[in-house]
């Protein structure tokens, strides 16, 4: 079964970066897809980037041409890199499989992300 621990979250000011790690135990991480979702209290969670097995990535809407994702099968670790950060991105920003659950994983702690000046 495979397990998420989230880290690089922070406290950061309009248009700073961040780049958030998703370190992956198990031995069949490389063949999932993975993606990046985040949550905000009281929202419902929500899919912001999404990488295959082969490096082909898609984003959300609001997070295009600021955030990148990107894995190292090698290391079983997943990272996003959030740049021009803004108020709204502030969620807790977890990792899973695309769709989530796949293989009987389970959501991580994950890593708040705040954005304020």
């Known amino acids: 079964q495979v397990q998420f621990v989230e880290s690089g979250g922070g406290l950061v000011q309009p248009g700073g970066s961040l780049k958030l790690s998703c370190a992956a135990s198990?031995?069949?991480?490389?063949?999932?897809?993975m993606g990046w979702y985040r949550q905000v209290q009281g929202s419902a969670r929500e899919s912001v980037a999404i990488i295959d097995g082969k490096g082909r990535t898609s984003y959300h809407d609001s997070v295009k041409g600021r955030f990148t994702i990107s894995r190292d099968n090698a290391k079983n670790t997943v990272y996003l890199q959030t740049d021009s950060l803004k108020p709204e991105d502030t969620a807790v920003y977890y990792c899973?499989?695309?769709?989530?659950?796949?293989?009987?994983?389970?959501w991580g702690q994950g890593t708040q992300v705040t954005v304020s000046s």
């Open positions: 198990g031995s069949s991480f490389s063949i999932y897809p």
């Open positions: 899973n499989t695309v769709p989530a659950g796949l293989g009987g994983t389970s």
